[in-house]
């Protein structure tokens, strides 16, 4: 049997009347979807509507769960990917540290070679400034005697 739009304006009135009761949200609920099922199930194409609804409650569920299979699967992807790189980084971190032992004592001898060079380097400023001294000197020494002039021609 079908029920008029009157007859539908008065089960929302009485569900939305329900909702100004001391009534709690959930006892409301409860209240409102026994009054509907009652009333519903008394006729043939409300059983049809009742199980359409039941279908649609149940293909939501499923579709939800299938959702929640998705999601738990990308997770443990996630998971596994995850622990992939843990390893990966763990292996390189690892390789870091030999390769650091080994570069120790290379730069160890590095900083005795630069400290050699700056010292050899003092050194030979030491020994350029000495000879320029010898050198004007020498100079001196052939400009101050005439005799010696045709040396500093050659």
């Not at 008065?10 to 959930?26: D, M, P, R, V």
């Not at 120790?104 to 320029?132: D, F, H, S, Y």
């Amino acid at each position: 049997r079908r029920f008029s739009a009157s007859k539908w304006q008065s089960y929302w009135q009485f569900g939305h009347l329900a909702c100004f009761s001391s009534q709690s949200h959930t006892q409301r609920k409860k209240e409102n979807s026994r009054i509907f099922l009652a009333t519903f199930s008394s006729s043939s194409s409300s059983s049809f509507f009742v199980s359409r609804l039941t279908e649609r409650a149940m293909s939501q569920r499923d579709h939800q769960v299938e959702e929640a299979k998705k999601l738990v699967a990308q997770l443990e992807q996630i998971e596994v990917e995850s622990k992939a790189l843990k390893e990966t980084v763990q292996a390189m971190e690892a390789e870091q540290k030999d390769l650091m032992a080994k570069a120790a004592p290379t730069q160890a001898r590095i900083a005795a070679i630069n400290g050699e060079v700056a010292t050899k380097t003092a050194e030979l400023r030491k020994i350029k400034t000495a000879m320029m001294t010898k050198e004007n000197e020498y100079m001196a020494f052939l400009e101050a005697q005439p005799a010696l002039v045709h040396v500093m021609r050659k």
